[in-house]
């Protein structure tokens, strides 16, 4: 039987990242919760949000002690995605490289697939 890629994948500086971002809230989360939305001028936008408690059809990725709700709406438009965490001089940020766009939007908003 082979093995199913997982839908996301995240870097060590992304998993490390979540696990601060979740430390220092004030109600618990089991979780970070991604998505997508219609909006932007490309099309499509990544959400990320703490997760309060699992959905019925919720896909569900555990890595280096962070587990990620992705919602299932999401999934075909994600898969094999990296997600990361991105610090310079200028900004700092999660950036998903997601192998299945098309394009995206001059500011890094939105894509397509």
Known sequence: MTERMPPLTLTDAAAQRVKTLMEGRDQPAIGIRIGVQNKGCSGLSYTMDFAEE??????VVETQGVTVLIDPKATMFIVGTVMDYVEDRMQSGFVFRNPNEKGRCGCGESFHV
């Open 54 to 59: 699992r959905q019925p059809l919720d896909e």
